[in-house]
């Protein structure tokens, strides 16, 4: 399962997407190799969630090296489990990137065709979705949790890439990062509710607790990118659950407080 773990220097270790290479940089960070500590350890890169921000900061400069872009260019979303999609261009290089204020305000997905511009989300158990259109040269990060994937967030992105920059969505390539899974997510009948008036009952399975059910928010994300036209097999997912693997990944479900990984997808 974790097999698409890259190993590297100082003991830090990154997901790669098999599917990325040419002109497209998608990756997601693990929790190893910084410098924080406690719940934080030790790569975190929230600045919303208490940790020193000096650190964190530290910990994004470290992140912005390994992709080999300076974090003066990467753009940094609110996130507000909403479904708001934005177009951003170098005009909005560094925002959100040492300073929570000046991210990209109410959007949970960030959109460009420009090169060199890192589109970064931060995660801890929410699904991270990078996707790239090599043909059209865009790229896109969402970040997904239940409310974003009920309100079909991955298929309005897909939306913005196709009347915004032309792409057609059987060119579209998408990687689901490291995210609490089936086996993890329990979740009760508020979220359920929502959940099946959007998608087929495949996405879930039972609980022995009433009124619960264990809901995999990845296969509710795959029955959107079909309908959006994305091709089944263009869809990869790294297949990590960041619960069961809190030692290599943040899980807000499993630890309560706790830090944030990085999700990163840049045009070279
Ligand atoms: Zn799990």
New binding site residues.
């Given amino acids: 399962m974790l097999s698409t773990i890259v190993g590297e220097v100082n003991g830090r270790a990154w997901v790669h997407p098999q599917q990325a290479k040419g002109s497209v940089l998608a990756a997601f960070s693990c929790r190893v190799g910084g410098d924080s500590t406690g719940p934080f350890a030790s790569l975190n890169v929230g600045l919303h969630v208490g940790d020193d921000p000096l650190q964190v900061i530290r910990s994004r400069e470290q992140c912005a090296a390994y992709c080999g872009v300076p974090l003066e260019h990467f753009v940094f979303a609110e996130q507000v489990h909403g479904s708001a999609v934005a177009v951003v261009t170098h005009e909005h290089a560094g925002r959100g990137a040492r300073n929570l204020a000046t991210a990209i305000p109410g959007v949970d997905a960030l959109v460009t065709n420009q090169s060199g511009l890192a589109l970064a989300i931060l995660v801890a158990d929410c699904v991270p979705i990078l996707m790239w259109d090599e043909a059209r040269h865009v790229v896109a990060a969402i970040h997904s949790g239940w409310r974003g994937t009920v309100l079909h967030l991955a298929a309005k992105t897909v939306d913005v890439m196709k009347e915004q920059f032309g792409t057609h969505p059987s060119d579209v390539r998408v990687a689901l990062g490291p995210s609490?899974?089936r086996?993890?997510y329990e979740v009760d009948d508020a979220v359920l509710d929502k959940v099946k008036s959007e998608f087929s009952p495949l996405v879930v399975s039972p609980s022995a607790r009433p009124k619960h059910a264990y809901l995999s928010l990845v296969d509710c994300i795959r029955e959107d990118l079909d309908k959006s036209g994305v091709l089944p097999d263009h869809v990869e997912d790294v297949g990590i659950?960041t619960?069961?693997h809190h030692n290599l990944f943040f899980s807000y479900r499993k630890e309560g407080r706790t830090g944030r990984s990085l999700a990163v997808v840049c045009l070279k």
């Fill in positions: 609490i899974r086996c993890c659950c619960s069961c």
